[in-house]
């Protein structure tokens, strides 16, 4: 039993931090900067969810 309540406390923690984190992003305007970044690039629509994923690991 203890061990479902940590597994599933840690998915209604991780949730509530990406949450939080978005409304950061959203409140900085750092979304609406990469959103025109990423549009101006000519990579591919594939690459650019790892592209993100890895700044956000590196950052």
Do not use: D, H, W
Not at 27 to 55: H, K, M, N, Q
């Amino acid at each position: 039993m203890t061990g479902l309540l940590k597994a599933q406390g840690f998915i209604i923690l991780a949730t509530g931090a990406a949450g939080a984190f978005g409304a950061v992003l959203k409140a900085s305007g750092v979304g609406t900067y990469l959103g025109t970044l990423i549009a101006a690039t000519s990579l591919p629509a594939v690459f650019v969810p790892f592209l993100v994923a890895l700044l956000l690991s590196v950052s």
